[in-house]
């Protein structure tokens, strides 16, 4: 059993409006359980394989879900890079290995499979990229159309691969990802498309698992969680799965919340570092990390909320930090990510570097989306391939 409450003004509303936010406040919904209603032991979920769907009592979906068997990311223990920061318990999350690449996959079995149970029959999203290669998979898998927006010329190579294959109708707009998502928005209110940006509550539901998972995975809570933050959606989702496990009785302390942007995207950093209420939107945010080029994050309250309540932090890391840990991570621990994924990495570096962080932490980083999402970021940081006549003696002589 569960509502959808506003975060703002607490107002209440059924499981089955189509509402993205709140009609009294206009504020952001979140889906509210009765816990008392849940029935399940950590015994009974650790029977069950490590997918997302194992925690499917803290889930919305009634019924058979929309699925592609997402979830159960490996926990990479970062050794040589911990080893060099003097950190013991570096742990990183690669949501690169989900169905699609990216953590987003989370959210789409979720959202598309509650786009299905309320009758909904087109699903559609603005998009950094990793969103609309999410949503054309699982719109495919539910056999139902999809529309995308993405800022035209801004959008990594893979990712609009990705959207074109499966099927989805691709709009590129000559405009920022801000944009993007506001007429997207003013095109499902008025035509009746069912909205999966991460203003819509379910899909946040299934990014939660992330955290749910981590915690298994390593038998406990860890000190801190660290994540790239682009819309905030994820970091706010990690926080309130990771609350509900508390009030359930599963966990005893949450993790002190760490969310990392680029410089020239960084409105959250501004907010904590200057005790802002709310954030100043940048008006034309730039990184190499495209899947966090983002303003003006729809997300912040509930972001700015797990960073404070966890006395966690934010910081900003340069374009250069990140495609040096995007290289170090791949180079030095066989994980490959894309640039916004390495941001995380790159923030406890800078933190840890900086003393802002205690050494004995156990940490999680999430490392959000693969490696081959965006190939051109790649090709420009390495020597081309060295090409020679085919003979050994060329062979050879390349290699001497
Ligand atoms: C979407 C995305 C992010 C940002 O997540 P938010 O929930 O918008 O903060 C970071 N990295 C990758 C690879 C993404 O696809
Ligand atoms: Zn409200």
Redesign the pocket.
């Known amino acids: 059993m569960f509502r959808l409450v506003c975060v703002n003004c607490g107002a209440d509303y059924n499981q089955n409006e189509i509402i993205y936010h709140c009609p009294k406040c206009g504020h952001l919904l979140t889906v509210e359980y009765d816990m008392d209603t849940i029935d399940i032991s950590r015994a009974e979920w650790d029977k069950r394989p490590l997918r997302l769907w194992r925690y499917k009592e803290l889930l919305p979906v009634a019924g058979e879900p929309v699925s592609l068997q997402e979830g159960g990311t490996p926990l990479y223990h970062l050794k040589t890079i911990g080893k060099e920061l003097g950190l013991k318990e570096l742990y990183a999350k690669h949501?690169?290995m989900n169905p699609s690449g990216?953590?987003?996959d989370r959210g789409m079995t979720v959202g598309v499979s509650m786009a299905i149970q309320l009758g909904m029959k087109t699903v559609a999203c603005a998009?950094?990229?990793?969103?609309s290669a999410?949503l054309a998979v699982y719109a495919a898998k539910a056999g139902i159309p999809a529309v995308v927006l993405l800022p035209a010329g801004k959008v990594a190579l893979g990712?609009v691969a990705q959207a074109l294959m499966h099927g989805a109708k691709v709009i590129a707009i000559r405009g920022n990802f801000d944009k993007a998502l506001e007429m997207v928005h003013d095109l499902c209110i008025n035509e009746g498309l069912y909205l999966l940006n991460?203003v819509n509550p379910y899909r946040?539901e299934g990014?939660k698992t992330i955290g749910f998972e981590a915690v298994d995975q390593l038998g406990g809570v860890p000190d801190r969680f660290v994540?790239?933050?682009?819309?905030?959606?994820?970091?706010?989702?990690v926080y309130k799965g990771l609350l509900e496990l508390q009030n359930l009785g599963f966990i005893d302390s949450l993790p002190m919340m760490t969310?990392i942007q680029a410089e020239g995207a960084s409105p959250v950093v501004d907010a904590i570092h200057n005790k802002r209420e709310v954030l100043v939107p940048e008006a034309n945010p730039e990184t190499v990390?495209t899947?966090?080029r983002?303003g003006a994050?729809?997300?912040a309250e509930k972001?700015l909320r797990a960073i404070r309540e966890t006395n966690g932090t934010a910081i900003a890391v340069t374009d250069e930090e990140i495609l040096a840990m995007q290289r170090s991570l791949a180079r030095k621990e066989g994980i490959g990510?894309?640039?916004?994924?390495a941001?995380s990495v790159a923030g406890i570096k800078k933190l840890a570097e900086e003393g802002l962080i205690d050494k004995d932490e156990r940490i999680v980083c999430?490392?959000?989306?693969?490696l081959l999402?965006d190939p051109e970021a790649v090709i420009k940081q390495c020597e081309p391939p060295t090409e020679i006549d085919a003979n050994l003696e060329s062979l050879l002589s390349v290699l001497r």
């Open positions: 949501e690169g990216s953590f987003k998009s950094t990229g990793n969103t999410s990712k991460s946040l990014q994540l790239p933050v682009g819309n905030a959606g994820n970091i706010s989702a969310g990390a899947a966090i983002i994050p729809v997300n972001a990510v894309e640039p916004a994924s941001a999430v490392v959000t989306g693969h999402k």
